[in-house]
T-cell receptor, first 115, second 113 residues
């Protein structure tokens, strides 16, 4: 596609619900990143994929967070048993290059609100 | 660990004027990259300008330029001839090869007509 596409754009969940956030990177992009942006803050790294391999998941805040990219293209970020502190914008970014953040293309994010 | 600090939560400027956004960072590395990203209400992060630390010359992109002071670990963004479309959040970010982007907390810029 022309850019990085994320869906849904907005998600409201009740505390304790599971949610799944989708990211469609630019076609052919090898690297894919997930970031979490809390209100009034800068984005914070969650996890990184190179093709289908999850090479870094050091930013995932708890074991309730899980990300996958099974075929090396579309990625899904899943949050189990959502908590209010999970409310944030979740940004996805992709890059043509391997192992570098030099030329990142970002999507418009999913705004998650946990009530 | 690397940190990025943006000490100006909000800035405002009149259309056609010049504004400078500040950023400082902390690192013990010698080779790295610095970025300014723009985030409009659409939430999409858009790369404004990039600076390689090994280059002494300050990067410029049309109306956007940086003042990179490596010894002082300072990386400010100057926007000349400000336009209404420049209204957005601006984030300074640090990157070291094979690592992750580290963002500051952002500066909200409002351009007034």
């Amino acid at each position: 596609g022309a850019g990085v596409s994320q869906s849904p754009r907005y998600k409201v969940a009740k505390r304790g619900q599971d949610v799944a956030l989708r990211c469609d990177p630019i076609s052919g992009h090898v690297s894919l990143f997930w970031y979490q942006q809390a209100l009034g803050q800068g984005p914070e790294f969650l996890t990184y994929f190179q093709n289908e391999a999850q090479l870094d998941k050091s930013g995932l805040p708890s074991d309730r967070f899980f990300a996958e990219r099974p075929e090396g293209s579309v990625s899904t970020l899943k949050i189990q048993r959502t908590q209010q502190e999970d409310s944030a914008v979740y940004l996805c970014a992709s890059s043509l290059l391997r192992g570098t953040n030099e030329k990142l293309f970002f999507g418009s994010g999913t705004q998650l609100s946990v009530l | 660990a690397q940190t990025v600090t943006q000490s100006q939560p909000e800035m405002s400027v009149q259309e056609a004027e010049t504004v400078t956004l500040s950023c400082t960072y902390d690192t013990s590395e010698n080779n790295y990259y610095l970025f300014w990203y723009k985030q409009p209400p659409s939430r999409q992060m858009i790369l404004v300008i990039r600076q390689e630390a090994y280059k002494q010359q300050n990067a410029t992109e049309n109306r956007f330029s940086v003042n990179f002071q490596k010894a002082a670990k300072s990386f400010s963004l100057k926007i000349s001839d400000s336009q209404l479309g420049d209204t957005a959040m601006y984030f300074c970010a640090f990157y070291r090869n094979t690592d992750k982007l580290i963002f500051g907390t952002g500066t909200r810029l409002q351009v007034f007509p």
